[in-house]
């Protein structure tokens, strides 16, 4: 992950947390950014009506921009514990 993801800025995660009822795919808010001890994104995740479903602070390696490539998709939240 070379590419410098902003504040607020939609990604996508890229390792699932089931524990969280977050998937490999699903999109989140960044909400914050710590560069020490090392760079990571608090990366919120919501429910459709807005409230969070989950607030995980993630590696590089786990989130990635989204891309002109990405089909949006849901699946009810059962599906992903």
């Not at 990604?11 to 960044?30: C, E, M, N, Q």
Request: glycine share 4%; net charge negative.
């Amino acid at each position: 992950m070379n590419e410098t993801i902003e504040l607020l800025e939609t990604i996508i995660a890229t390792a699932s947390f089931p524990g969280h009822s977050v998937l490999a795919g699903d999109l989140g808010a960044v909400v914050e950014i710590y560069a020490t001890p090392r760079l990571a994104y608090e990366v919120e995740f919501v429910n459709p009506d807005g409230s969070t479903r989950a607030l995980l602070t993630l590696a590089p390696e786990q989130v990635r921009r989204l891309s002109a490539l990405d089909v949006l998709t849901t699946r009810q939240l059962p599906l992903a514990a």
